[in-house]
Each structure stands twice: as C-alpha cells, then as structure tokens.
C-alpha cells in the first residue's frame, strides 16, 4: 500500500498530480493517522504529504474547529 502511495506521488504534489481533490482528503488522513500512531515508520515522501495536507487553509480551520 505504501509502495502504491509513494508512487502516485511521483507525478506531483497531490495525488492526482497538481490539483488537490477529494482522493487526497481521504487518502491525506489515512497516513496522517498512520504517522500520529507511529506505524508509518521512515516515509519521508509521505510524511512530506501528510505535511502538506495539513497545512491547507480547511485542514487548519478543521484541526482548530476540533480543539
């Protein structure tokens, strides 16, 4: 699953290349939670991911709507 990830990141930021969609809101979350519970592991590509969806404008507004 990871192998699959990182590699429809290769085309861009996003994965669906250069627009954000909703793939990556699902699929954005989904590694956040694996990086949080720490079963991630060293996926610096990933990471970089999960490190831009959430410094989008929404994802903010939706951590600080959650407290």
Request: overall charge positive.
């Given at each position: 699953m990871l192998e699959t990830l990182r590699d429809g990141l290769r085309t861009g930021p996003w994965i669906l290349g250069e627009r954000f969609s909703a793939a990556d809101v699902m699929l954005g979350s989904a590694v956040y939670f694996l990086d949080m519970f720490k079963?991630?592991?060293?996926?610096?590509?990933?990471?970089?991911?999960?490190?831009?969806?959430?410094?989008?404008?929404?994802?903010?507004?939706?951590?600080s709507e959650q407290g």
């Open positions: 079963i991630l592991g060293d996926e610096p590509v990933l990471k970089a991911y999960v490190e831009r969806c959430v410094a989008r404008p929404a994802a903010q507004r939706a951590f």
